[in-house]
């Protein structure tokens, strides 16, 4: 018998097969106007077709009974208007780029995708459509994806899936079409609320600041985070870095109002708030001739008398300089001050004023300085009593560097000399996870913002400094995770801070005595 005319033999269901699946909108891409509704609304003020927008939406709904696609969308559309059917493609392609135009990567969940990974989305635009706003997203893969308009909704996906073997694991957005009805079918899957807008991205909205909401969101959603537990993520996007946003525009106007010519940031609690200041500087004052420098320092250095030290910091002072720390009292730095002799002390701002008058007190009486002045110069914009614990903020602006207890001048500048950072390997590498995600959400930041934007933010700044208060207030959970975290480590090395520095006074002291 000849082979040819053997029957082919039906092929055999796999073992069940896992596959990591994902749904494509507000998983894997997102709008930056966040709600769909408003790119029609985009498109409608582009086209200048006053009640497009809730024409489409009739639209849509009136064929969305069964499977349906843009083209029937804008079929319905042309029917009701009496548009030619060129006119109905015409102002599908707008649409189209209108879509491409809003696309914002979610980068946290894009690069868990792998060679093996099955895209899945209830969607009425075409396959091509689709795969350009991945690709505009920057997914260069070409993976499976299954597009129909009501596959997960009507739960039939997920039980075609099933029959031919394929269990997934599978990661969306919606809590029934992405999860129950996977669920139900077999499937593994778990929510993501990602792209959701946060506390302070709602509250920017609320104050009439969207396009900066719009502008934050977008940021957020392009860096990932890995590394950073989901309190420590909601803690940063939700309150450090606004509070770092708005320090930044503060002391920008602080600056303009000193004359300064240079910003001298205190190294480690500084690094991430002169990098916001740098952005907006950059943004606002193009050509200001202000310059920021990261300055090596601490409370140790600023009060050991050591003589490198008081000469690096005349050498970089200089002219005009505005010094800046994250949060304190200000003593040590006027102790500095009164050991490097100068004629004018600088002006100083923190972002966080630490009132306590026992710590004050101490600090002056540790560092030999005479009582506290009732005129103090000091600038900030909040302080520890009102809004949050200094050390808090601290935590959340931790670098993982040693404290500088010194400096050497050697051919070409100044080497800072350091402790070793004061806390375990695991510690460590969380910290570096922090600083790695906060300075690359400030890149994504000045990717987002402009001129105008910043504009408009400034004019509504009491109401997003209002915000803060508010969102510390409903971050009390996030904070406890904190404390829980670093309390121990603050402590010890506090302790131990003062401990040397009492010691090293009381040194001081005998050896003046002595002499």
């Known amino acids: 018998m000849n082979a040819r005319c053997l029957p082919e033999a039906a092929p055999s269901l796999p073992q069940r097969h896992l596959l990591r699946s994902f749904d494509v909108f507000d998983t894997l891409i997102a709008r930056r106007c966040i709600e769909p509704r408003r790119v029609f609304d985009k498109l409608e003020a582009q086209l200048g077709m006053p009640g497009f927008a809730a024409a489409r939406i009739a639209a849509e709904q009136a064929v969305a009974t069964g499977a349906y696609t843009l083209m029937d969308i804008y079929a319905e559309l042309a029917r009701r208007n009496h548009w030619s059917a060129a006119q109905a493609e015409q102002l599908a392609g707008c649409e189209l780029q209108a879509e491409l135009d809003e696309v914002i990567p979610v980068a946290q969940h894009l690069q868990q995708l792998d060679g093996e990974s099955l895209l899945i989305s209830d969607m009425y635009l075409s396959e091509a459509a689709v795969r350009a706003l991945l690709r505009k997203a920057g997914l260069r893969q070409d993976l499976p994806l299954l597009l129909h308009a009501h596959g997960k909704s009507g739960g039939q996906v997920w039980r075609d899936l099933g029959t031919v073997g394929v269990q997934c694991v599978h990661l969306g957005d919606n809590p029934h079409s992405d999860v129950a009805n996977a669920r139900a079918a077999g499937m593994r899957a778990r929510a993501t609320v990602l792209t959701k807008p946060n506390r ?40 450090n870095l606004p509070f770092l946003f708005v320090s930044a525009l503060e002391l920008l106007s602080h600056a303009r109002e000193a004359g300064a010519q240079r910003v001298l940031f205190s190294s480690r609690d500084g690094r991430h708030l002169q990098s916001m200041f740098d952005l907006l500087h950059g943004r606002l004052m193009p050509d200001s001739a202000l310059r920021s420098s990261y300055w090596y320092t601490s409370r140790w250095a600023r009060t050991s008398g050591d003589r490198q030290y008081l000469d690096y910091c005349r050498e970089l002072f200089g002219k005009q300089p505005l010094v800046v720390d994250l949060c304190g009292t200000g003593t040590s730095l006027k102790a500095l001050f009164a050991d490097m002799r100068l004629d004018v002390a600088p002006p100083v701002y ?13 600090q002056r009486g540790r560092y030999g300085l005479p009582g506290g002045d009732a005129a103090d110069p000091l600038r900030f914009s909040f302080d520890n009593l009102s809004f949050l614990r200094n050390n808090r903020l601290e935590q959340l602006n931790y670098i993982p560097e040693g404290m500088v207890r010194g400096v050497r001048r050697v051919t070409g500048g100044w080497v800072p000399l350091r402790e070793q950072p004061e806390f375990d390997a695991a510690t460590v590498r969380l910290l570096q996870s922090q600083s790695d995600f906060v300075a690359s959400f400030i890149e994504a930041l000045d990717r987002e913002l402009t001129p105008l934007l910043l504009t408009e933010s400034m004019s509504r700044f009491g109401e997003v400094f209002k915000l803060l208060f508010e969102i510390v207030a409903a971050s009390s959970a996030e904070l406890q995770a904190l404390e829980a975290l670093f309390e121990d480590d603050d402590l010890t090395n506090e302790n131990r801070l003062m401990g040397e520095m009492d010691m090293r006074c009381l040194q001081h002291a005998l050896a003046g005595e002595a002499g």
Do not use: M
């Open 350 to 362: 923190v972002a966080v004023k630490v009132i306590n008058d026992d710590i004050s007190r101490s």
């Open 200 to 239: 302070f991205e709602k509250g920017l909205i609320r104050c009439g600041l969207r396009p900066l909401a719009e502008a934050w969101r977008a940021a957020r959603l392009s860096v990932a985070h890995d590394g950073l537990p989901d309190y420590l993520y909601a803690l940063q996007t939700e309150l």
